[in-house]
Each structure stands twice: as C-alpha cells, then as structure tokens.
C-alpha cells in the first residue's frame, strides 16, 4: 500500500454507508524493535490546515486553534478500526454519535433546524 | 433506455447555465453590436472546448462515481485543491452577483421598479427552490421553463440573414477597427463559456443521478446536444444584435439597450420574452452556481452532500449554499452596475481557467480514476490546447479588461 496515493485524502466511510470527511492526515507509530507502521487517521483540525504552504498554513493553524471546534483537534480513528481500503475508506465508527460529527451537528441544530421547514 | 434519455436534461440545465446567464448574453450583444458577425467564432471554439470537458466530466463520474472536485481531492492532495476551490469560490461570487443583478434587471423592465430593489427577492427565491426543490425538479423545471429562450432562435430567423457573412463569423480574422475591444470580447466569450463550474455541476449531476459505465455512451450525446443548444442560442443574440445594433453603430453600454434586441423583429413581444428569458437564464445560472460551491465544498471536504437530501441530513452542503446566497445580492443592492459586474466576473473565469483544467489531463488519463475509459488522442489534443489557452487567457485577461473594456 502506498500511503500518500492509496491512503491520503480519501473519502471515510463510517460502520453505517455515511460520509464521514476525508484522510486529511497520518500519524505513524515507530518503536524499537518493530517496523514503523500506522497507528492514527486524523480527520479536520489543524492537520489539514498544516499541509497548507507558508504563512497561509500558519494563520489559518492558528485560527483554528483558537476558535475551531476542540480548538483544533483533529478527530482520530485508531488503525485498527479500518475494515476496507478501495477507492473510499470504511472504519468501524458510528459518526453520528462521535466527535467526527461534532461541527456538523452543530450546524444543523444551531441554524437549519432553525429555518422554517426543516423538518 | 427512457431512463437515460431522460438524463438529457442534465445537458439541457448545465448549458442553460452556461450560455444563457447573463454573461453569455451581454458578451453575445456586445461582439453582435460591435463586430456583426466577426466573433462567432470565440463561441464555436469555446463550445467545443466546452463539449469535451463536459464529456470528461460525464465520464469520470460514470467510470468512477467521482465528482470532479472529488476526484481533485483524491489525486492532487488538500494542498492543490484548496487553490481552486478558494479562487472559485471569490470568482464566484461576483459570477452569482452578475446572475442576480440580471435576474433583477429582467424584472425591472417588466415592473419598472429598480433592478436595486430585486436583488434581494431573487435571491431568497433561488434559495427557496434549492431549500425545498430536489435535483430532479431543477433537473426538469429549468430546461422546460428555459424553452422560453428559443425566442432569441426566432428573432435572429425573423430578420433577413445574410449566411455567407455568417458563415465567414465562423474563420478567425483580425478587426478592422478597435483592435483591443474585439480581443476584450473575444477572451470574455470564452470566459463566459468555459466556465469550470458546469464541470463540477454537471459531474455532481451525474452523481446524483447514480451513473455507471452504461450510461459513458449516452453521456456524449448528452454533452453534445446539451451544449450545442445552448451555444446555438447565444449565437442567436449575437445574430441579432449584429442586425439590429451594428449598422446604427451602437455600442452596447448597459443592460436596457440590450432589451430592445427582440422589439424590431418581434415588436413589444420581443421586450417582455427578451425580459423572460433573461430571468429564467439567470435564474437557471444560479441554482447551478450556488449548488457547484456547494458541491465542491462538501465534496473536498468528505463532507455529507446531494441536493436530493432532506436539508438538515446535510446541513453543512446546505449552509455553503444559504451562506452564499445571503452574500449575492449586496453589490447589486449597493447599485454597481450589473454590467460592469458581469463584464469583470467573465474576465475573472479567465484568469482562474489553468487551476480547473490541468487536473483534467491527469484524470482522465489515470487508469486508478477512469479504468479502461482513458481518454484518447483527440481528448487529449483538446485539453492540452484548452492549458495552453486558458494560460494565454490568464495573462491577458487583467490587461484587456482595462484597456478594452469601455
């Protein structure tokens, strides 16, 4: 498996068939005696806006760390919660009731369940 | 087999969108009014342009049930998509303030109250259709209410054609006179037409509407017939334009001589269609502006998205398009000319063409993405001459629309 090409910014699908963001970020794990392998999916925060280049990458980081939602924390899915790697990755997390969700809840309770005719 | 016939209209809204919003017709008068027939040509070269990367878009969707802005996210990375999608985003949003103030200059000529004051309606109005409407209802309300539009065919076969000087329309030539507004013109036509929103429109489209690889062949005729009609329409303005303006040496300055086009050959008629079809294109052009922001935001971003939800199963697709809407309207509000707004959004698609269409070039030759469906030497040819232009348009795009705008 090639990280960058198979892995990085894939569609994350959860236990249920739902879009749940993106690969926008790995995290491996080296220690002595074993081969480095990957131990974290970090998904939002500030491990996407880093990838951004110079001073952009750095103001918007900082931003968020101040104003976004876990002032910055990316959600995290441990490896070993990945049941399939194709086109679209799918783990065993129920995004509905995680974190992963958070700000997209938050949009939804704060401001479209508020326009008449939601739901 | 009906099933994908109907898929047709996808065609139909995209290219409606494209060629019948208010850019398209504003630079079709103005190149009529200017040039006659010289300038039909930029509308056939960007038309074919237009047809293959629409194609390209059908087909990647087909093949690999990926939008376009997803399929960027997937192979470029966030730190390449990022770029198009925030200069899509700003272009953007002085496209949608163009469509909004044409929508609202069309119902000022039928109330006679200022376009100012419509601003804000026909934007709360599109976003009421996308709030209730699912894609199938934009999908089959807009080409049927856009038939309004053949009345610009109509008017330009009611006056007396002279098809040699037509058909001369279609060879490049150099103008006689005003070297720098027929240039002006010329990049702003194919702004006007190759606009990267259809793509990631028409790709979403694709998308919502389930394609497989059984639906690549039909996909062609789809994308051809769809941008054909469009194209055919605008040529029609422009047709008009050129007999009713050009001999009485009018330079279109604003959007209410560009109302009087039809009233010669279909009296006052030709005033309230020419109104209608304006609104209705317009109208068209931004359901389909509002829902690509919106798409390609979500779809970057492994976002939930699809216009057939319930708004609040997707509530952050919804809030990119509300949150645009809400913004579209000021700059008509505060009384800039839609003119003049519409004239530097085209100039502005321009010089943001190369970022939307190199990803094309490693797409759809990437077995990964499209599998057997790569393209072929034609697709290619034709991608690798729209980099090259689009990056000669990017360059001269800023220069012309300040020395040949006026």
């Not at chain 1, 480095?36 to 750095?58: D, K, N, Q």
């Not at chain 2, 279609?170 to 259809?198: K, R």
Request: hydrophobic content about 55%.
């Amino acid at each position: 498996m090639h990280l960058v090409r198979d892995l990085l910014d894939k569609q994350l699908i959860d236990v249920n068939w739902q879009k749940m963001g993106r690969v926008d970020g790995l995290l491996m794990e080296a220690r002595p005696g074993t081969q480095p392998h990957i131990a974290t999916i970090c998904v939002g925060g500030t491990v996407l806006t880093r990838r951004l280049p110079g001073f952009v990458g750095r103001w918007s980081t900082a931003v968020l760390r101040r104003f976004g939602p876990r002032h910055g924390a990316p959600f995290r899915i441990p490896w070993s919660r990945v049941l399939s790697v194709d086109a679209m990755i799918r783990v065993d997390v129920d995004s509905d009731s995680s974190d992963a969700m958070a700000s997209s809840r938050w949009v939804r309770d704060r401001i479209i369940d508020r326009i008449p005719g939601a739901s | 087999m009906k099933q994908k016939i109907l898929q047709l209209t996808l065609g139909v809204v995209t290219s409606i969108g494209g060629f019948l919003e208010v850019g398209s017709i504003a630079t079709s008068a103005q190149a009529g009014a200017s040039f006659a027939y010289q300038l039909i040509w930029p509308v056939v070269l960007g038309t074919i342009v237009l047809i293959f990367l629409v194609e390209m878009s059908g087909r990647l969707a087909a093949a690999s049930k990926l939008t376009v802005s997803g399929a960027m996210r997937d192979r470029f990375g966030f730190d390449y998509f990022v770029v198009p999608l925030v200069t899509l985003s700003v272009v953007i949003y002085l496209v949608l303030a163009a469509e909004v103030g044409g929508a609202a200059f069309a119902l000022q000529l039928v109330t006679g109250i200022s376009y100012r004051w419509w601003a804000v309606p026909v934007a709360l109005l599109v976003w009421l259709i996308l709030w209730a409407g699912p894609f199938s209802a934009v999908e089959r309300w807009v080409p049927l209410v856009g038939l309004v539009t053949v009345v610009f065919l109509v008017g330009a076969l009611e006056l007396n054609l002279d098809w040699g000087a037509l058909a001369h329309g279609l060879i490049p030539t150099m103008p006689s006179h005003d070297g720098l507004h027929y240039w002006f013109l010329v990049v702003n036509i194919l702004g006007a037409t190759i606009a990267p929103y259809l793509m990631y429109f028409y790709s979403s489209g694709a998308v919502e509407g389930k394609w497989d690889e059984s639906y690549i062949g039909i996909n062609r005729v789809i994308a051809t017939i769809g941008m054909s009609f469009g194209a055919l329409l605008a040529v029609a303005v422009l047709v008009v334009c050129a007999r009713v303006f050009e001999p009485a040496g009018m330079r279109m300055e604003g959007y209410d001589q560009i109302a009087l086009m039809l009233t010669g050959a279909l009296g006052s008629w030709g005033f309230y269609l020419f109104a209608a079809s304006l609104f209705v294109g317009c109208l068209g052009a931004c359901l389909e502006i509002a829902l690509a922001v919106a798409y390609m935001t979500a779809q970057g971003l492994g976002w939930r998205w699809g216009q057939d939800e319930e708004p609040r199963k997707v509530p952050r697709f919804v809030l990119v398009y509300t949150v645009l809407l809400a913004l579209a309207p000021w700059l008509i509000v505060l009384g800039v000319s839609p003119l003049q707004v519409t004239s530097m959004s085209m100039a502005l698609t321009a010089a943001t063409l190369p970022v939307a269409i190199i990803p094309f070039i490693v797409l759809m030759n990437d077995p990964v993405y499209v599998g057997k469906h790569t393209n072929g030497w034609i697709g290619n040819c034709v991608v690798l001459f729209t980099i090259v232009m689009a990056c000669i348009l990017a360059v001269v795009t800023i220069p012309l629309q300040l020395l040949g705008g006026g």
